[in-house]
């Protein structure tokens, strides 16, 4: 089956813009988690959804930074005011999420941030 | 404070022969390991985890090896083949504490020469 999706695939904006960067995840996972991933460094969580809920976002890293699942599907991050150290490449996982278990996350492709 | 530390940046191998991968962790709340391996422009995949009530899991080519008390793990990839090259990501989750966010190291770079 398809795996998760993320589009754009790259992004461009200058510095103040607003931008949204969108996942599907795959088909049947309730569980869905963005992160960020820096110039030589590993992936850095940003947040975790349970169905439609945030069940974790302590790591955003500021209120410009939000992220929504209004149908438990497709998820939208969204960043305000970006500036440019929001460079990065935006992961987004799925995972079963079924309770209490420890679940692989599968990754999409990612979306190239750069902030001008 | 890194909690999930891979110390070797780079690892070059020949084809046919073992790579070994190692990483450390610091947080004594995780309970899950994974290992993912990203190609550029992609994004990681999935190779392989172990859950911490075992100290080995093999599939295939690839095996993972967790000491609990040194807080350590190892990938091992035997034969290696060149489409093994690739940034190697260990993570881990502390999903006990009712965590699933996934801690990642640095990554290493592996070479595996034809």
């Known amino acids: 089956g398809a795996g998760v999706s993320q589009t754009p695939s790259n992004k461009v904006t200058e510095k103040g813009k607003y931008v949204e960067l969108r996942c599907d995840p795959i088909s049947g996972h309730t569980a869905l988690y963005w992160y960020r991933q820096s110039l030589g460094q590993g992936p850095e969580f940003l947040i975790y959804?349970?169905?439609?809920?945030?069940?974790?976002d302590s790591g955003l890293p500021n209120d410009r930074f939000f992220a929504v699942r209004p149908e438990g599907s497709v998820s939208t991050l969204k960043i305000q005011r970006t500036e440019r150290g929001d460079s990065a490449v935006y992961l987004c996982?799925?995972?079963?999420?079924?309770?209490?278990?420890?679940?692989?996350?599968?990754f999409g492709p990612g979306t190239r941030l750069l902030v001008l | 404070d890194q909690q999930v530390k891979q110390n070797s940046p780079s690892l070059s191998v020949q084809e046919g022969r073992i790579s070994i991968l190692n990483c450390d962790y610091t947080?004594?709340?995780?309970?899950?390991f994974l290992w993912y391996k990203k190609y550029p422009a992609e994004g990681p995949t999935f190779l392989i985890s172990?859950?911490?009530?075992?100290d080995k899991n093999e599939d295939g080519r690839f095996t993972v090896f967790l000491n609990k008390s040194a807080k350590h793990l190892s990938l091992h990839i035997v034969p290696s083949q060149p489409g093994d090259s690739a940034v190697y990501f260990c993570a881990a989750s502390a999903g006990g504490a009712g965590s699933y966010q996934l801690t990642f190291g640095k990554g290493t770079k592996l070479s595996v020469i034809p």
């Open positions: 996982a799925s995972s079963r999420g079924l309770a209490g278990e420890q679940e692989t996350q599968y």
């Open positions: 959804f349970q169905g439609t809920g945030a069940a974790d």
């Open positions: 172990i859950s911490s009530i075992k």
């Open positions: 947080n004594s709340m995780f309970d899950y």
